[in-house]
């Protein structure tokens, strides 16, 4: 019989803790199944022993990532007989290296929830970006707590979306309810027939478009931005973009989009572009869905822009 496993990440006092309470209360997930819960670190949130043991968890505590081993968690498993595992994985871990690691036999990861605290998020960005990149690569679920009226959730979702397309994404509040935060106003005029986007907003529009093409269709933009590829087997076709800082320094990405333009063969790879545009929506093969296409309407020659793209 398989045994779930679900693996929750984040920083210290991120939440996790707290999130796995509320979790092993709700009946809905909890129904007297007998529960391994690994703690990779120690957080202000402590678990009750006897609480716990109401709810027919039993506690380890790993203090080394190296101890996380197939023989080691071969052996809990042998131990503890557990009909599901949860681990609160420590925050300055690298999740990547655990799921490489062999688990038991019985044992299927079936989930990964980050949690992360909204109002240091811009910190942690600034600070140790990679570390919120291994956080929520892998994720389903980035859970943002904290969050108030200051909240900016254009910044959160774009920056999260540039790491992690596909995760699932919910705001609390500091009471802990789900906050429904409005979306930011955005810094063009997204109802105007011509759209112009400036250097600094085009992470911001990038993700915009990208989840909500039909929004744009019909609609002209005009952006900076440099010819990433021409394609030769389609000679009316070439990609431009711009570079964004994921993760780090060496994890560098273009995000940009498709061009037709009847002249495409005579531009050069690298070369920066002042681009006018109408959007249309197409589907793509290898995206698997609707994407934003661009059919050129006038370009000339622009200054390269130095700066990476960021989403705020």
């Given amino acids: ?18 999130f796995i309470q509320d979790t092993l209360r709700d009946p809905q997930f909890h129904n007297r199944e007998k529960t391994l819960l690994l703690l990779c670190e120690e957080g202000e949130v402590e ?6 043991a109401d709810y027919q968890v039993d506690i380890v505590s790993i203090e080394n990532e190296s101890d996380l081993t197939y023989e080691y968690l071969c052996e809990l498993h042998k131990r503890y ?18 799921l490489d690691v062999e688990y038991p036999l019985e044992w299927l990861l079936v ?13 942690y960005m600034n600070n140790m970006r990679s570390l919120i990149y291994e956080q929520a690569v892998h994720s389903e679920l980035i859970i943002f707590n904290r969050c108030d009226d ?9 920056n999260i979306k540039a790491i992690n397309k596909g995760a699932q994404i919910i705001y ?12 930011d106003i955005l810094p063009f005029d997204k109802e105007a027939d011509m759209i112009t986007i400036q250097s600094d907003d085009y992470g911001l529009w990038y993700m915009d478009i990208m989840e909500k093409p039909q929004s744009y269709e019909g609609k002209s933009v005009i952006f900076e931005a440099q ?27 273009m995000i940009g989009f498709i ?35 661009l059919y050129c309407e006038s370009l000339t020659d622009a200054q390269r822009i130095e700066d990476y793209v960021t989403f705020s």
């Fill in 47 to 52: 678990f009750d022993p006897v609480v716990m």
């Fill in 111 to 123: 989930q990964i929830m980050t949690t992360i605290d909204a109002s240091s998020f811009a910190l």
């Fill in 172 to 183: 609390e509040s500091v009471d802990g309810n789900i906050n429904q935060l409005a979306d």
């Fill in 259 to 293: 061009v037709h333009y009847a002249k495409s063969m005579e531009l050069k790879s690298g070369q920066w572009l002042s681009l006018r545009a109408k959007v249309h929506c197409e589907y793509d093969k290898q995206y698997d869905g609707i994407v934003p296409v």
């Fill in 81 to 98: 007989q557990p009909q599901r595992v949860m681990i609160e994985f420590n925050g300055m871990w690298s999740v990547t290296a655990f």
């Fill in 150 to 158: 200051s909240t900016k959730k254009s910044f959160l979702r774009g």
């Fill in 1 to 18: 019989m398989n045994v779930p496993v679900y693996l929750f990440t984040g920083f210290l006092d991120s939440g996790k803790s707290t």
């Fill in 227 to 253: 010819v990433v590829e021409v394609d030769h087997e389609h000679r009316d076709i070439f990609l431009i973009g711009r570079e964004a800082m994921v993760c780090c320094a060496e994890d560098i990405q």
